[in-house]
């Protein structure tokens, strides 16, 4: 009996060691879903965190990443860049420190939101909030409290949608609304 529960001791440790290396290997894998220019940022584990943001049922994932300068690569011909919802420019060849990465549809959709507001201005994610840890985002899942009060406020968030926080202390609701990303920022209070 000893050397069967060895054996399901060692086995049991080594699918921990592989689940684990999976894991971390997903950091590699960031440039090989959205292009050379894009790599996992170091600051967190790659993904960041999953949620099922499309409502299909299947788990979506969500990646803090670094855009390099143009001149190192190019984004995949399937990745959306959206620099409209966190930016006011389009990034064009410039690197960004930070930015958001979303794969869902089983791999089949890729967007990545950037946050440049155009030269002398700061982007959105170079903010000093933005230097804390933990980053301002969290999932906010279809059936909790956060989700139920962004729901309550705007009746179109229908699936887990990504919490984002801001330097004026607002969370917003980043979410897909069935064609794209659109983001929601209720009203400041006096």
Sequence with gaps: MPRHRTIAIAAALLIGLVAA?????????????????????????????????????KQDALYLVTILPGSAGGFERDVTV?????????LGARPEGLALAIVQDGGRRKFLFTGYQGDGVAD????????????????????????????????????????????????????????????FQPAEEP
């Design 21 to 57: 290396q999976g894991v971390a290997g997903q950091a590699d894998d960031v440039p090989k879903l959205f292009g050379q220019r894009v790599q996992a940022n170091g600051r967190s584990q790659a993904p960041f965190a999953t949620g099922d943001f499309d409502g299909d049922g």
């Design 124 to 183: 959105y994610f170079d903010s000093p909030i933005w230097q804390q840890s933990p980053v301002p985002i969290q999932v906010a899942r279809r059936g909790s409290k956060t989700f139920a009060d962004f729901q309550h406020q705007d009746t179109t968030i229908k699936n887990d949608f990504i919490v984002v926080g801001t330097e004026a202390g607002i969370d917003t609701a980043l979410f897909w609304a069935g064609h794209g990303y659109l983001l």
């Design 82 to 90: 959206i620099g409209s919802l966190f930016g006011q420019e389009s």
